[in-house]
């Protein structure tokens, strides 16, 4: 039985496996890692809140909310279900035509997220404790 995908013409289904598993996997570690990144945030936001640091960064605003949405059950539940989805179109080869591209676009969301997140959490941390060393 051949198998019918979304793929390129005249490719070989089978020559696309490895890619496959590389794209589902890079996004299945995204999503890992932003689920983690959601989880060490929380106590910054307590440290914020407890400071009453009310105008921060919008690229901070906007990390931490989406931080807490990731933390709400519904929000994890959502979240997690649309990554499930995401790495079963990639494996049955429903995004074979944007495969590589999705893949070089998740690697560099995924190299870009770590330094967001030290940058959008930390940053304001920062600033607080050199305006108290002066």
Known sequence: MTE???GPPGR???SLAWPRRVGAFLQGVTGAVLVAFAFLTAPFEK???QLEMRELPAPTQA???LCGFLRRP???IGFSLLELVLMALILRGSLDRILQKWIVAD???LTLLVPFYVLSVYLPIIRIQQSLAK
């Open 4 to 6: 019918t995908s979304g």
């Open 47 to 49: 440290i914020y809140e």
């Open 12 to 14: 070989d289904p089978s």
């Open 107 to 109: 690697a560099i969301g």
């Open 63 to 65: 990390f931490l909310a």
């Open 74 to 76: 519904m929000g994890l």
